[in-house]
């Protein structure tokens, strides 16, 4: 059973940092993709960043030159290196990868960035 546990979250003040990590149990090898989304109140959720088979890595507009996305596949391991925040990324962030062609998630972990 493919299992996706995110870690990393908290609170922090505008202009700051966190590390998001995501292991991803159960999936052995096959994962094809492997992003982060995120879902403030009364807002859809989106993608803020995800990369390939290739480890060519996609960016929401709004988090480019702040966010970096990285993983190990050996470790079946996902980060989200997060500078510069902003109180309007504070939102719950969810792990997702696309193992087998079947969309998995995690339980999320909230961001709050305030002062």
């Known amino acids: 059973q493919v299992r996706l546990v995110e870690s990393g979250g908290g609170l922090v003040q505008p202009g700051g940092s966190l590390r998001l990590s995501c292991v991803v149990l159960g999936s052995g090898f096959g994962i094809r993709s492997m992003g982060w989304y995120r879902q403030a109140p009364g807002n859809q959720r989106e993608l803020v960043a995800d990369?390939?088979?290739?480890?060519?890595?996609n960016y929401a507009d709004s988090v480019k030159g702040r966010f970096t996305i990285s993983g190990d596949r050996v470790k079946n391991m996902v980060y989200l290196q997060m500078n510069s925040l902003k109180p309007e990324d504070t939102a719950v962030y969810y792990c997702?990868?696309?193992?087998?062609?079947?969309?998995?998630w995690g339980r999320g972990t909230q961001v709050t960035v305030s002062s």
């Open positions: 997702s990868i696309n193992f087998s062609g079947i969309r998995y």
């Open positions: 990369i390939g088979t290739g480890d060519n890595a």
